[in-house]
Structures are given as C-alpha cells and as structure tokens.
C-alpha cells in the first residue's frame, strides 16, 4: 500500500497537469477568439485585448506572436519586428517568429539577413512549407540582385538576359492561391 504523502503528492500532480492543459486550452481559444476579432476587422480593438491580456500572461507565446501578425497586418512593420525579437530571444526554438521577421527584413530590402532568419526557422522546423516557400523567394531575389549586378559589368551576354528577365517575372508574378 502507497504511503498516505505519496498519494497526496500523486493527486497534486495531477491536478496541476490538469490545471495546465486547461490553461493551454484556454490561451489556445483566446488566440482563436482575438484573430477572429481581427480577421473581422477590429484589429485595433483585438490589439487592445491582446495588451491587457499580456499584462496577466506576459510569456504567452501565442498571444504575442498574434500581436506580432497583427501589427505586420496594419504595416506597424516596426513594432512587429519588434515583436518577433523578442519571441525569438524567449522562446528561440519557435520557428514561426524567425519565418515573420524574416518576411519583414525581405520587404525592407535585408535579404541576407532574411535567408540567415530563414534558414534558422527551418533548423527548428525542417518541415515548415511557409519558411521554405519563403526562403525560395529570398534566394530568387538574391539571384536577381546577383544577375543584375553581373549585367551591368559585362552588359550581359543572352542567357545571363534571359535568366534575368525570367527570374524578374517571377519575382513580380502574384503568388498561387
């Protein structure tokens, strides 16, 4: 027969591991009510639910990766990022942040330091088709980049034309539905 405190000790656990998923599951269906909220388009209000609900769970990794899309939804690219720094110094085996900051750093013009942030959110992720779809369109702009620069010294034969015309297209296409 188990010692009385063992069995106490046991229940305790348990309750806690219970209390645990039920704080998972309740971050999980506030994450999902506030991007309702802003896929409606409160955005604003959902920013604001988002912050008083920071100031009781400030490491809840979901809610502020959420703030952190929401603010790069309504081009406040500069608190996003900031956003996604901080997840990745808190929580640096996520991959989504390094993913979100790096499509941030691609649209200002950084994309050196958007493939190293690519390339990380696939280290943690080897499977995440979003990091590779966009690590693709980073090397594709680097090869456009690299092409033009190659065209302006030599002037270019045809094929180095060709591939530069065909890689601008692509880069300008619309992306697949």
């Given at each position: 027969m188990p010692h009385p405190l063992f069995a106490r000790v046991v229940a305790v656990l348990l309750a806690c591991c219970v209390n645990v998923s039920a704080l998972a599951a309740d971050s999980d269906l506030r994450v999902a009510a506030l991007e309702r909220l802003h896929r409606g388009g409160e955005s604003a209000k959902a920013l604001q639910q988002?912050?008083?609900?920071?100031?009781?769970?400030?490491?809840?990794?979901?809610?502020?990766?959420?703030?952190?899309?929401?603010y790069s939804d309504v081009r406040r690219d500069a608190e996003a990022a900031q956003v996604f720094e901080r997840l990745i110094a808190d929580f640096p085996e996520l991959p989504e942040p390094y993913n979100n900051l790096a499509v941030l750093?691609?649209?200002?013009?950084?994309?050196?330091?958007?493939?190293?942030?690519?390339?990380?959110?696939?280290?943690?992720d080897p499977g995440y088709r979003t990091a590779h779809e966009n690590l693709g369109d980073v090397y594709l702009?680097?090869?456009?980049?690299?092409?033009?620069?190659?065209?302006?010294?030599?002037?270019?034969?045809?094929?180095l034309r060709r591939k530069l015309k065909l890689a601008r297209e692509l880069v300008a296409a619309p992306p697949l539905p």
């Open positions: 988002i912050d008083v609900a920071l100031a009781t769970r400030p490491n809840d990794a979901g809610l502020r990766f959420l703030q952190g899309v929401i750093v691609a649209q200002a013009g950084q994309l050196d330091r958007s493939r190293e942030l690519l390339e990380l959110s696939l280290r943690n702009r680097l090869a456009v980049r690299a092409w033009e620069s190659a065209a302006g010294t030599a002037g270019g034969d045809a094929s």
